[in-house]
Every structure is written in structure tokens, then in C-alpha cells.
């Protein structure tokens, strides 16, 4: 009753006004036997419904405050871990299948908690994309990725560093002003770095989206359309986008050898990408039947556990010289004696 005479209109100066309300309501004494504890729960009860809803009324749930709580929790950690340098960056790489040659990493945020050891991004990235949270990590990420791609440059191995950007960063005013800045700062060739994007986060706003892309192609950066597929975008969408690559998502490559379906949409995605003169590469790699249905098809690229799981910078270092050290001998075996060894690319 309270909430339909809010509804009744006022008028104002000639104008009809309504006036809207939430109501957040606890019980005694299933949520508490003291004053105090009643309005704190009715006040927890009314800041779920105005997330949820305006003009409604919720009553206060506990399973839904120890979230609450723990959300707050995550955050104030997060701010910690920014300030007391727990994360790190661990990279995925990525092979062409035409050569065989390791091209590239993607860079993977991972967050060293104190009590909690090695935590991965699902495990806090919501919570700071609530909150201006993913603004500041996401620069840190950014800055730290170039850092890493010079270093490889100037050590001789010119990998791309693929890098991912949310939606709340693509629609930051600031978020463009700190990708050149970090550029200029780390001195980084542009080409190197890719940034990530989800279609759904592209087609948001695809005006806005076009002009930020463009801008950034501009800098020198390549662009990736990431887990392609699992949005409401399509090829058909995309190709009035400045995109260089469509990265096909896991869920397509997990059944690919099984499943007629997926691997009659991977196919398509390959063929109609090709024709648009974007590169591929599939996510989820985990056996060889997969990487071989793939190269078949001609898919440009892969990325997966059957190649190599996220590591830290230097042990992918290692990694591809090891790598390199098993394919130069399986080269000079493969050779008459009368010719030298050819040396393996690590790019």
C-alpha cells in the first residue's frame, strides 16, 4: 500500500511527478533479537533490492549478506594486492601450425594471495569488474605486458603478447590515454601486443567501439575478437570492425572431434574469417586428434594444455628453448650427413 500511493502523481509546478520506493524488511526475531541487528539487516535487505530493482520490496537474506560480506572482503584485498605487488602475470603460448614455430603468449593475471596461496582470475576479476577496481589492475596488467614484450625484443624473441581488456575498460574515457602512455613508456613495438576483446563487449556500443578500435589501430596495435562464438555478434557484424584475428572459443574445440556440430561451425568460422583476411586461432587444445582436425582446416593458429599450460615470463623461456633444443635435434637426425643442422626460430 505504501509503495502505490508513492505511485499516485504529484503535481509540481504543471507537472505530473512520481515518486518510486524500495523497502528492505527483517523479522524479529529470525533476523534479529536487538534493535541495531533489525536495521542493519532491513538496511542489507533494502541495498539488494535497489540493485535489483527500484519500487520493490526484499526481505533480508543471510546467505545473501555472507556474499555480500565476502564480496567487500575480495575488494579491500584487491586494493592490497595492487598496492603490496601480489599479482603477477603468467603467459600461455601459442604455435602456428603451418611452421611449428611458438609466435606467441597470452598474458594470464594471476594473484599471489597471502593466506590463500596462487588464485586464478575467476576468482576475483567479477569482483573487480564491479568496481572502478578493473580500471587499475587493468592498466597494471597492461603496463607489465609491454614491459615483458620489449624484454623479449630486445633479448631477440619477438613474441606477441596477447592481452585482455574488459568491457568496463573499453568503456573508460581515461582508458585510451593510459594505452599510449604505457606504450611510450616501456617503449614496446605496438605490433607485438593484441588486445583481446569479447564480441559481446565490441557490439555493445559498435559506433563507440569502431572509433576506440580504430584509434588503437592507429598506435600500431593488433586486435583480436576473443571466445568467439559464445556472443551475438558475427563474421557479418565484425567486418565493418578494424579486427586482425577471431580467437574460436573452447567450448567449440572441447567436442570438435565428436561432435558434427562444432566442428561443423569451426570450420565455418576458419573459412569465413579467411575470406574476410583474418587470422584464427583456437583456444582449448588438449589432445592431438584436435590440433590435427585443425591444421586440416587450415586454422591459422593454436593455444591449449596440448601445447603448454600458463607458466611464468622466464619459465616460458625455458620452455621454447627446450623446445627449440628437442625440434634442432629431431632435424639432424632427419638430415644427410653431408648438411649442417638447421637451427630452430624462436619467433
Known sequence: ???????????????????????????????????????????????????????????????????????????????????????????????????????????????????????????????????????????????????QARHWQLAGLPLKIGINVSARQLAHDGWLGSVKAALALTG?????????????????????????????KGLGLRIAIDDFGTGYASLANLKQLPVDQVKIDQSFIRDLTSDAGDAAITRAVIAMAHSMHLSVIAEGVENAAQMAFLRAHRCDEIQGYYLGRAMPAAELERWIGARAGHSSMAQTRNQPEHEPPVMPRLH
Open 1 to 147: 500500500r505504501f509503495l502505490d500511493i508513492g505511485n499516485d502523481p504529484y503535481t509540481l509546478e504543471h507537472h505530473d511527478v512520481r515518486i518510486t520506493g524500495s523497502i528492505g524488511v527483517s523479522i524479529y526475531p529470525r533476523d534479529g533479537e536487538d534493535v541495531e541487528s533489525l536495521f542493519k539487516h532491513a538496511d542489507a535487505a533494502l541495498h539488494r533490492v535497489k540493485q535489483r530493482e527500484r519500487n520493490g520490496i526484499g526481505y533480508y537474506d543471510e546467505a545473501y549478506d555472507a556474499r555480500a560480506r565476502q564480496h567487500l572482503q575480495v575488494a579491500n584485498a584487491l586494493h592490497h594486492a595492487l598496492r603490496n605487488g601480489e599479482f603477477e602475470l603468467y603467459y600461455q603460448p601459442t604455435l602456428a601450425l603451418d611452421s611449428d614455430q611458438v609466435t606467441g603468449a597470452e598474458a594470464l593475471l594471476r594473484w599471489h594471495h597471502p593466506q590463500q596461496g596462487l588464485l586464478l582470475p575467476g576468482e576475483y576479476v567479477p569482483v573487480a569488474e564491479e568496481s572502478d577496481l578493473i580500471h587499475h589492475i587493468g592498466e597494471w596488467v597492461f603496463q607489465q605486458a609491454c614491459r
Open 188 to 216: 614496446v613495438d605496438a605490433r607485438n601486443i593484441t588486445l583481446e576483446i569479447t564480441e559481446s563487449a565490441v557490439m555493445h556500443e559498435r559506433e563507440r567501439a569502431g572509433r576506440l578500435l580504430q584509434s588503437l
